[in-house]
């Protein structure tokens, strides 16, 4: 049987949880921020990614299997909060948030934004050794004889730095760095997470419901102002807000200020918090159809199939 190369960085257990029944059979309404493009499509089609979970040396599928196991666990949980609208149940709930960690952690958004960060470093790395011919010919001796180099490896100075200067190669990482680093830091924003005060929000049953995304954590600083150098946003840090839709009915927002409680949202209320979904997504909105809510630049809403969606250069801007 040929394994399955098309790996899901946004879980299907999670997404069918938008469709109309709740089912992985049914439709998703599918917003590509991207193109402008809206579709249907089954949660299986949507929000992965080839060879996403795939490990270099090891067996094919180990973490894709591993991975199905915590998430049948997770979608046990995500059935518990969502026919009871409460945190009551701790377990299920803290099943939850490891659900959150990990897409808050785990997305190509990150992946790439690791390989660019490497590849800088490489780069000035790289021209620091080939800045005079003494200091490549050291950095290379001492190469050659770890064994890095192999003896046939026989590229000059001035070979190597025209191969460097012309700029025409590309530096990526394994899957198994991108991988390790990410379980590196699971176990310390699954805590933020869980030490956070939770609003479980409530969707009116006439208002479209809430979006979900393939970005679906939004974080964000609490008073609204834009991230940077004097208002940085990260998990551990105060006066930040995490918003995570967990259902077509339910959304949690979260910070470390406030108090545990349950609230019923008004359409203003569900309008602006699938604007926060959207305007984090990476390409993709999800919805049981384009009936959602979402906010206008008037300061009023309107409905999903009002709005007129523009391919962007970003992210999702409505």
Known sequence: MTEARGHHYVSQCYLKRFTHNGSK??????????TGKRFASAP????KQ?????????????????????????????????????????DAWVRVMNLAAMFAVRNPRLRENMTQFQA?????????ALSSREMWESQISQARASGYIKPENKATYEEVREFFQRGEYSIKLANAQHIFTEFNVFEDVLR????????????????GGFVASDHPIC?????????????????????????????????AMGTFEGEDQ??????????????????????QVYAADDKFLVNSVDGGFMRGSEVEWTPASGRGRP
């Open 219 to 251: 974080l964000m600083n609490s008073e609204g102002a834009e991230a940077g150098f004097r208002r940085p946003i990260g998990h551990g840090l105060m006066e930040t807000t995490v918003i995570f839709p967990i259902t077509r009915n339910l959304a």
């Open 262 to 283: 349950v609230l019923t949202l008004s359409h203003e209320g569900v309008a602006a918090m699938n604007g926060f979904v959207i305007r984090h997504a990476d390409r």
């Open 192 to 207: 933020t997470l869980v030490a956070r005060k939770w609003a479980l929000c409530v969707a009116p049953a006439d208002s």
């Open 25 to 34: 059979n049914s439709k998703l309404f599918v917003l590509d921020l991207a």
């Open 50 to 90: 080839r060879d996403f979970n795939t490990i270099e040396g090891r067996p094919a599928g180990e973490l894709e299997n591993r991975l199905a196991g915590f998430e049948t666990e997770v979608n046990k949980a995500l059935d518990v909060i969502e026919q009871s609208r409460t945190m009551d149940n701790r």
């Open 44 to 47: 299986k089609n949507v929000a």
């Open 120 to 128: 800088q470093i490489a780069k000035v790395t790289m021209s620091m």
